[in-house]
């Protein structure tokens, strides 16, 4: 176990609709990264948070948006959407150079 | 832009045979370096890494990897695999600021 917590485990989606992740860091990680997993690829960085701000952003549209809360848990909600953001999101945390991975959220759009 | 290359998708060997996973990464820069394996069913988890010194690393479970920065590559060897090293397994770059980059990844299959 990393200590890096990720809720819920499996999502069914609605194209259109709007989902929120979650993620809560290992303890005294104060930087927080979502990464995607589409089937068959290796994950891609969505963005990073480091105290609350965003500290660094992937090639993803600005419908992938993200929070970093004081305790440095994290959201990353996905608006309007798309059959192809099915995929494994992943969340990792970090304080210096090694980032400790959480098991992911499945997410399937329909 | 990083880039990274992993030569083999699928790996099938016998338990005692010898490993090795190519890995070639794109970027100028100075680089750290990452593998990362995947077991069925279980999160991600960082197998060795390299930031700098001895271009050859000593990770978990009999792994080792050789930074070659002429041939940007960072190979991972392991001399006799066991069924349990079933997994897939990723190479990862990070350059410019914190992001990992992901190869593809090698889903290697230990027939016992």
């Known amino acids: 176990e990393t200590g890096v917590t990720q809720s819920p485990t499996h999502l069914i989606?609605?194209?259109?609709?709007q989902v929120t992740l979650r993620c809560s860091s290992q303890s005294g990680h104060n930087t927080v990264s979502w990464y995607q997993q589409a089937l068959g690829q290796g994950p891609q960085f969505i963005f990073q948070y480091y105290r609350e701000e965003e500290n660094g952003r992937g090639n993803f549209p600005p419908r992938f948006s993200g929070l970093q809360f004081p305790n440095y848990s994290s959201e990353l909600n996905?608006?309007?959407?798309?059959?192809d953001d099915s995929a494994l999101y992943l969340c990792a945390s970090s304080l210096v150079d090694e980032a400790f991975f959480g098991q992911g959220t499945r997410l399937t759009v329909v | 832009a990083q880039s990274v290359s992993q030569h083999n998708h699928h790996v099938i060997l016998s338990e005692a045979a010898s490993l090795e996973l190519?890995?070639?990464?794109?970027?100028?820069?100075?680089?750290?370096?990452f593998w990362y394996v995947q077991y069925p069913g279980?999160?991600?988890?960082?197998?060795?890494k390299y930031f700098s010194g001895d271009p050859l690393?000593?990770?978990?479970k009999g792994f080792e990897a050789e930074f070659?920065?002429?041939?940007?590559?960072f190979n991972l060897r392991k001399p006799s695999?066991?069924?349990?090293?079933?997994?897939?397994?990723?190479?990862?770059?990070?350059?410019?600021?914190?992001k990992l980059v992901f190869g593809a990844g090698t889903i290697l299959r230990v027939k016992s």
């Not at chain 2, 190519?22 to 370096?33: A, F, P």
């Not at chain 2, 066991?82 to 410019?96: H, L």
């Open chain 2, 22 to 33: 190519g890995c070639n990464y794109s970027y100028g820069g100075t680089v750290n370096l």
């Open chain 2, 81 to 98: 695999v066991q069924w349990s090293d079933t997994a897939e397994y990723f190479c990862a770059v990070r350059g410019d600021g914190n």
């Open chain 2, 42 to 48: 279980q999160h991600l988890q960082l197998l060795l």
């Open chain 1, 13 to 17: 989606k609605t194209r259109g609709q």
């Open chain 1, 78 to 83: 996905v608006n309007a959407l798309e059959l």
């Open chain 2, 57 to 60: 690393v000593k990770g978990i």
């Open chain 2, 68 to 73: 070659i920065k002429s041939k940007f590559s």
